[in-house]
Every structure is written in structure tokens, then in C-alpha cells.
Nanobody, 125 residues
């Protein structure tokens, strides 16, 4: 079992940047593919970005391509989401997730077996 804790959330002005981190403990971090998902009140949780176990394969949702980047440091057991040029519509709770999955499943949240509690990001206009 892997345990995930997000950090780095908070209030940021539109146009600004923020980096979310997700620290993992328990089962070896490098064994898991990792993802970021987000949820806005009243809406379903949606895929933001994901990365393979080695970091060789990364996916970013269409709404965030060119602005968000996912990365991981297996030596530090940490996943990152760099968010640039933030917009008010990026306001959401961001969750990191871990799973044993193939690259073609990276965007499928039902394939992830462990989730953090989430980090709130609020982008003010």
C-alpha cells in the first residue's frame, strides 16, 4: 500500500504559477504509475496529467497542454505538477493518484488504486 500526501496548494493570481507536490510512502514509489486529477464542486473528477513508472511517458489533458507539466523524482518519492499561466477556471481540488497500470491506461482514473486527500488551488482573477 502506498500513501500519498499532496502539498503546494493555495491562492494564486491569474497568470501566476504554482507547483504541486505529492509525497509517497509505503510501497516503492517507482513501482507505480502516477497521475494528477482534479475536481470542481458539482462536477466529476477529471484527468489532468499522468506519468509512467520510469517517467518516460507523460500525458497531459488537452485543457492544460502547454501550461501544465508533470514530472517525478523516484529518488525522492515525489510527484510534481508544475502549473503555469494559471486561469480562474483552474480553481479546483487537485488529487494525486498511484496505480499499477500500463501506459495506455494512464488517463483512466478507475485504474488507480491509491489517492491522496487533495490540495486546493484557487486562482483569483
Amino acid at each position: 500500500q502506498v500513501y500519498l500526501v499532496e502539498s503546494g496548494g493555495g491562492l494564486v493570481q491569474a497568470g501566476g504559477s504554482r507547483r504541486l507536490s505529492c509525497g509517497a510512502s509505503g510501497y516503492p514509489f517507482s513501482a507505480y504509475a502516477m497521475g494528477w486529477f482534479r475536481q470542481v464542486p458539482g462536477k466529476e473528477r477529471e484527468f489532468v496529467a499522468a506519468i509512467s513508472r520510469s517517467g518516460d511517458t507523460a500525458r497531459v489533458g488537452d485543457s492544460w497542454k502547454g501550461r501544465f507539466a508533470i514530472s517525478r523524482d523516484n529518488a525522492k518519492n515525489t510527484l510534481y505538477l508544475q502549473m503555469n499561466n494559471l486561469k480562474p477556471e483552474d480553481t479546483a481540488v487537485y488529487y494525486c493518484a498511484a496505480g499499477f497500470l500500463q501506459d495506455y491506461d494512464l488517463e483512466k482514473q478507475d485504474k488507480y488504486s491509491a489517492w491522496g486527500l487533495g490540495a486546493q488551488v484557487i486562482v483569483s482573477s
